[in-house]
């Protein structure tokens, strides 16, 4: 079990540009969800993904967008980079009714 | 709101003890979770408590309290490898399980 894989693992983007992140869910898992980690900061939800719908959203402006394939893999996209938006992003998948979150290794997005 | 409290930093001797606090305000609580992240990997899940109690697993515990708004997380017989960042994380699953973290306690074991 290859456990949840996110693609690219590093990526450099400048201001203005739009980046999309991919993550593929442990097997067996149905829900995807996407977390935002600054440096030395605990991750924060900016969304989840559940039958291919937006179930549930973080504090996250509309740059932020996101999409949930019949393969229960998922995409993050974001428009309109700011600096600010340099940061780990986390992908963590549940299986069905699922408590425990399993994360992947992470995208490490650098806007310069 | 939400509202997760943690040190930010703790130092601990190797083969020692030592114990995390993590308190909690939010508006919604379906469980306490504790995961463990390296440097630069992915979190793992550590723990979860639902009920007021203790839950160990090895050399780690997970104490919850819903009443206090608090949490613990004990790690025994410390090993260098225990050196990371342990985060606190309160669920809610009204629609989903959405985790809340807190910014996470940096442990450094020393020899």
């Known amino acids: 079990d290859a456990g949840v894989t996110q693609s690219p693992t590093h990526l450099i983007k400048t201001r203005g540009q739009q980046v999309t992140l991919r993550c593929s869910p442990k097997?067996?898992?149905?829900?995807v969800s996407w977390y935002q980690q600054a440096l030395g900061q605990g991750p924060q939800f900016i969304f989840q993904?559940?039958?291919?719908?937006?179930?549930q959203r973080g504090n996250f402006p509309d740059r932020f967008s996101g999409h949930q394939f019949p393969n229960y893999s998922s995409e993050l996209n974001v428009n309109a980079l700011l600096l600010g938006d340099s940061a780990l992003y986390l992908c963590a998948s549940t299986l069905p009714r699922g408590t425990e979150a399993f994360f992947g290794q992470g995208t490490r997005l650098t806007v310069v | 709101g939400q509202n997760i409290d943690q040190p930010t930093e703790m130092t601990a001797t190797e083969g020692a003890i030592v114990q995390i606090n993590c308190t909690y305000q939010t508006s919604g609580f379906n469980g306490l979770f504790w995961y463990q992240q390296h440097a630069g990997e992915a979190p793992t899940f550590l723990s979860y408590?639902?009920?007021?109690g203790l839950e160990e697993k090895g050399r780690f515990s997970s104490f919850l309290s819903r009443s206090k708004g608090y949490s613990y997380l004990l790690l025994k017989e410390l090993q260098m490898k225990d050196s990371a960042s342990y985060l606190c994380?309160?669920?809610?699953?009204?629609?989903?399980?959405?985790?809340?973290f807190g910014g996470g306690t940096r442990l450094m074991v020393k020899p």
């Open positions: 994380a309160v669920g809610t699953f009204n629609a989903g399980n959405m985790l809340t």
């Open positions: 993904y559940y039958e291919e719908e937006e179930r």
């Open positions: 097997s067996g898992h149905d829900t």
């Open positions: 408590n639902v009920l007021d």
